[in-house]
C-alpha cells in the first residue's frame, strides 16, 4: 500500500501569514494528489486535485505543487476562515486512496 | 444543485449490521463513481472503499474485505454501503463522496456524514 505522510501534524500561525504543507509518498504517484479542507462537525471539502489544479469556487490564496513523491499546499495569506485541519489524499491507480493523517492548523 | 444526502445516525450493538444510504441529486448518477470514507472520533480520514455507479464494479480497503458491502440503485440515484460484525472501534462518521473521473478521481461531493454509534 501507498503510505501518505503529512508535516507538521500541528501549525499555529497568524492571519496573513504564509503557509506551507507538505504530504510525501512513500512511492510515485505522479500527479494524483488532492488537498481537503475539514472544519469541526463538517465533511471535507475539495481544494486541490491533481496537485497543482484549484477546484471552482475555492479562494486563490490556495495553491498546490509537486508531482512524484513530495507535494505541498500553500496558503499565501491565512483568513481567518482558513483555520482548519488539512488532509492529502492519493487517488493514484494504487489503491487504497489512502489520506495523510492531517495538518491542524490553529491561530497563533 | 449537486448534493449527497444521507440517512440518519443509527446505534447498532456489536455483532449487528449498518446500512447507510446515500442519495444523489442534481447530476447524473452514473457518470460518477462513490467512494465511502469513515473518521472515528477525533481521528483522521479513512477510505473504505468505491462502487461505480456505472457498472457496479467495487473496490475495497482490505482491513473491511468480507464486513462491507457496496451498492447503488441507478433507479434513485442512491448508494448504499453495509458494514456487518459491528465492533466498537467502527463507531465514527461515515461520508459517501462523488469520485469524479475529470479530477483524478479526486472526491469532489461530500454527504453531510452519517453517525453510527456501536455500543453495548
Known amino acids: 500500500d501507498i503510505q501518505m505522510t503529512q508535516s507538521p501534524s500541528s501549525l499555529s500561525a497568524s492571519v496573513g501569514d504564509r503557509v506551507t504543507i507538505t504530504c510525501r509518498a512513500s512511492?510515485?504517484?505522479?500527479?494524483?494528489l488532492n488537498w481537503y479542507q475539514q472544519k469541526p462537525g463538517k465533511a471535507p471539502k475539495l481544494l486541490i486535485y491533481?496537485?497543482?489544479s484549484l477546484q471552482s469556487g475555492v479562494p486563490s490564496r490556495f495553491s498546490g505543487s509537486g508531482s512524484g513523491t513530495d507535494f505541498t499546499l500553500t496558503i499565501s495569506s491565512l483568513q481567518p476562515e482558513d483555520f482548519a485541519t488539512y488532509y492529502c489524499q492519493q487517488s493514484y491507480s494504487t489503491l487504497p486512496w489512502a489520506f495523510g493523517q492531517g495538518t491542524k492548523l490553529e491561530i497563533k | 444543485q449537486v448534493q449527497l444526502v444521507q440517512s440518519g445516525a443509527e446505534v447498532k450493538k456489536p455483532g449487528a449490521s449498518v446500512k447507510v444510504s446515500c442519495k444523489a441529486s442534481g447530476y447524473t448518477f452514473t457518470s460518477y463513481g462513490i467512494s465511502w470514507v469513515r473518521q472515528a472520533p477525533g481521528q483522521g480520514l479513512e477510505w473504505m472503499g468505491w462502487i461505480s455507479a456505472y457498472n457496479g464494479n467495487t473496490n475495497y480497503a482490505q482491513k473491511l474485505q468480507g464486513r462491507v458491502t457496496m451498492t447503488t440503485d441507478t433507479s434513485t440515484s442512491t448508494a448504499y454501503m453495509e458494514l456487518r460484525s459491528l465492533r466498537s472501534d467502527d463507531t465514527a462518521v461515515y461520508y459517501c463522496?462523488?469520485?469524479?473521473?475529470?479530477?483524478?478521481?479526486?472526491?469532489?461531493?461530500w454527504g453531510q456524514g452519517t453517525m453510527v454509534t456501536v455500543s453495548s
Open positions: 491533481a496537485a497543482s
Open positions: 512511492q510515485s504517484i505522479s500527479s494524483y
Open positions: 463522496a462523488r469520485t469524479a473521473k475529470r479530477y483524478n478521481d479526486a472526491f469532489d461531493i
